[in-house]
């Protein structure tokens, strides 16, 4: 649904939504209960990461056990998955495109393939193409495009090589969607 920049502008769908989440056809004026506007921004994040109920009640979950704000625990977890990782570090269009490369295996951590789009990076991993895979059209695309691509402060990339490393945990300023975290967590804390 979301393909690459296109919710990061004004133009994003989610954000232009002005009906409740389903098939309802009420009419434009109607307003947004509290609960649908809760629910509306719990659905922005599930299609903006690309994942499902059970994965981010799971990962919710795990976030209250952490200490700190529990929207922000949940957004950095979001933002450590390998998927979302490849994305960031331009490798990919769009996290769809970066869900594929990984489940294909052409990328390993610390030097293992890794082909689970969800799991967790954490600093001090390094994150590279496998060499069988470099030969492919999408590392060869990743490496002429990789100089235009903005990389998060919490990674750094060799782009010579491709070989990204992880260097700190993800802070909510290198979150750059537009995500109420605080809506989500009152909407699981119902």
């Not at 390998?82 to 951590?109: E, K």
């Not at 967790?120 to 990743?142: S, Y």
Request: charged share 35%; with cysteine.
């Amino acid at each position: 649904m979301l393909k690459g920049e296109r919710c990061l502008t004004p133009k994003c769908p989610l954000e232009r939504r002005h009906g409740p989440p389903g098939h309802s056809q009420r009419s434009r004026s109607a307003k947004l209960s509290e609960y649908g506007i809760r629910l509306m921004e719990k659905q922005k994040v599930k299609y903006i990461y690309g994942i499902l109920e059970r994965q981010l009640r799971r990962y919710f979950k795990e976030a209250e056990r952490q200490p700190g704000l529990t929207g922000e625990n949940l957004l950095k977890i979001l933002e450590k998955r390998l998927d979302n990782v490849v994305y960031r570090l331009g490798f990919a269009d769009s996290r769809r495109q970066a869900r594929q490369l990984v489940r294909h295996g052409h990328f390993t951590v610390n030097g293992r393939k890794v082909d689970i789009p969800s799991y967790l990076v954490k600093p001090g991993d390094v994150i590279a193409w496998k060499k069988e895979k470099e030969k492919l059209f999408p590392f060869q695309k990743a490496l002429q495009e990789i100089k235009s691509k903005q990389i998060p402060k919490w990674l750094s990339l060799d782009t010579e090589t491709l070989n990204a490393r992880v260097l700190a945990e993800p802070s909510r300023d290198d979150i750059d969607a537009t995500i109420n975290e605080r809506l989500i967590v009152e909407y699981y804390s119902r």
